[in-house]
């Protein structure tokens, strides 16, 4: 018997919430995960000025290209002037984000109704992570 090995599609659910796209990420999102999202989150920063959030809350487990798909996906968003959102109330997944000299490049916060109200400061471009 041969058995077939196929590439998890990542489980998520999108919503439009006014202007802002609301993305529910679930499960895993690694190695066998990332590539497939990544496609999806590239639909969805394709425009001018996309408007996005990522509710991480839902996300067992995040390993480095999960970190790096998050960097690519904000990395999009900025070059085309839009904005994004993490929603992650896990100190665990704040503390990776702490470890990797993250946490500052992020908006993050710990409940989905505060990420959709909140309205930056300042109006500056912030830079581009490096992934």
């Known amino acids: 018997m041969s058995e077939a090995h196929t590439q998890p599609a990542p489980c998520h659910t999108e919503r439009a919430v006014g202007g802002t796209t609301v993305v529910e990420l679930h499960g895993e999102i690694d190695l066998l995960t990332a590539s497939a999202l990544a496609a999806r989150l590239d639909t969805l920063t394709a425009g001018p000025c996309p408007d996005l959030v990522l509710d991480l809350?839902?996300?067992?487990?995040?390993?480095?290209?999960?970190?790096?798909?998050?960097?690519?996906?904000?990395?999009?968003?900025?070059?085309?002037?839009?904005?994004?959102?993490?929603?992650?109330?896990?100190?665990?997944?704040?503390?990776?984000?702490?470890?990797?000299?993250?946490?500052?490049?992020?908006?993050?916060?710990?409940?989905?109704?505060?990420?959709?109200?909140?309205?930056?400061?300042g109006t500056s471009v912030p830079a581009m992570v490096a992934v």
């Open 57 to 121: 809350r839902p996300v067992s487990f995040i390993d480095c290209s999960g970190l790096s798909l998050l960097c690519r996906t904000r990395n999009r968003v900025l070059a085309r002037y839009g904005r994004l959102r993490l929603v992650a109330e896990s100190p665990h997944f704040r503390r990776i984000l702490r470890c990797t000299g993250l946490s500052g490049v992020f908006e993050t916060y710990p409940c989905l109704s505060e990420a959709l109200r909140h309205i930056p400061d």
